[in-house]
């Protein structure tokens, strides 16, 4: 794992330029994503998933992966996509969801959660247009080794076990 995580750019990050963005990253002007607001938001109010006495708390580990993958001086990084075994995308699915408070919000799935679904299925527009990034290295691999968080980490191990032909994985 040393060195062979990408960690995709965020629009609010210096990264955010180049080749790694779609056509429509590139064409329009965005700031931030929701969910990256409401982490803001929470963390300077010491809510939601930061405050270690609320029923969130249990989501914590999100962010702590988070943190690990996308420190500047991470172990598991590189900057370089060509070079990457395993892609990070910096999606915190629990802070949306949440909308930085204690109780669930919208039951229906976002926009950027449904582009994810679509391109775990092999259809790369939605990503493309809603993430703003390129969607040739979920092409390389079909949407393999594309990391979203804890649980899509677990199914990466186990969907690279697939394509070793060590075993299936029924989702």
């Not at 270690?52 to 598991?76: F, G, K, M, N």
């Not at 691999?141 to 299936?168: C, D, H, M, P, T």
Request: with cysteine; glycine share 6%.
């Amino acid at each position: 794992m040393y060195r062979s995580i990408y960690v995709y750019p965020s629009p609010d990050n210096h990264d955010w330029e180049g080749d790694i963005l779609s056509a429509h990253g590139k064409a329009r002007n965005v700031t931030s994503w929701p969910w990256i607001e409401i982490d803001q938001r929470s963390k300077s109010q010491t809510k939601a998933h930061y405050d270690t006495q609320s029923s969130a708390v249990q989501y914590t580990t999100e962010l702590l992966v988070r943190d690990i993958i996308t420190h500047p001086d991470s172990c598991l990084r590189t900057y370089d996509p060509e070079q990457a075994s395993l892609f990070y995308v910096p999606y915190l699915p629990s802070m949306e969801y949440h909308n930085g408070s204690l109780w669930l919000g919208n039951y229906e799935t976002s926009p950027y959660g449904q582009a994810i679904m679509d391109a775990t299925a092999g259809k790369f527009d939605t990503w493309e247009s809603t993430f703003g990034l390129t969607s040739r290295y979920w092409q390389r691999r079909n949407g393999f080794r594309s990391y979203f968080g804890l649980f899509r980490a677990i199914a990466w191990i186990v969907a690279s076990q697939r394509e070793k032909g060590v075993v299936s994985f029924h989702s």
